[in-house]
């Protein structure tokens, strides 16, 4: 009989399926704390009814996520020449956030330019995944100042933005890729709901949203 020849043992790391990952992100979808998600749309609601807008504002997918939703809020609500939602995302002006991050600190991008269009009332609606980034927290802390409402999108524990936000939705993760996942279908669950309310303006005898009225002194 031959010798068996020796063998080294060597570790093998089992290959990462697809399906490991989705799994996280629909057991993640699943504990999502859907009454403060509604809460979030009947607030972003009375916010249109009253006239006020609403600014977003966040970094990197963050940022990505504000200049979608706010399109999506934006244009995807003009139905049937009603009164249009006024929403801005703070993220797309690169030229005037890069002039603020030079010429003060990046920490005020966002908080420079809520002091430039923010009112009472209005809605800043912050997205971090980590909830802990200073700009989107000093921005947080300059809209609580001018009295305006603030929503909060996060992720972990809610970080440091969770205290902060008068209404904050914190998904049930450890993993930025989850978190940025669920971002999405919370704020795409947001605009549905919207969308079906400005729809329902068009059926016979819906009230029309009143303007906000302005006095001149």
Sequence with gaps: MSPVPNRRRTNVVPMLRSDTYLREVSGALNRLPCAV?????????????????????????????????????????????????????????????????????????????????LNQNDIAFAISGSGNSANVLNGLAVARELGAFTIGLTGFQGGRMKSICRLCVVVPSKNM?????????????????????????????????????????
């Design 37 to 117: 998600i509604d809460q979030v749309a009947d607030r972003l609601w009375s916010a249109y009814r009253e006239d006020r807008a609403v600014y977003l504002f966040g970094n990197g997918g963050s940022a990505a996520l504000a200049s979608h939703s706010a399109c999506d809020f934006g244009k995807g609500t003009v139905i049937n020449g009603h009164r249009r939602f006024r929403v801005l995302a703070l993220t797309d002006n690169v030229p005037l956030m890069t002039a603020w991050a030079n010429d003060a600190r990046y920490e005020d991008i966002f908080a420079e330019q809520l002091r430039s269009f």
């Design 177 to 217: 890729q989850v978190i940025e996942d669920v971002h999405l279908s919370v704020m795409h669950s947001i605009f549905t709901c919207l969308r079906q309310r400005f729809l329902d303006l068009t059926q016979p005898g819906s009230l029309p949203a009143p303007r906000r009225q302005c006095s001149v002194q």
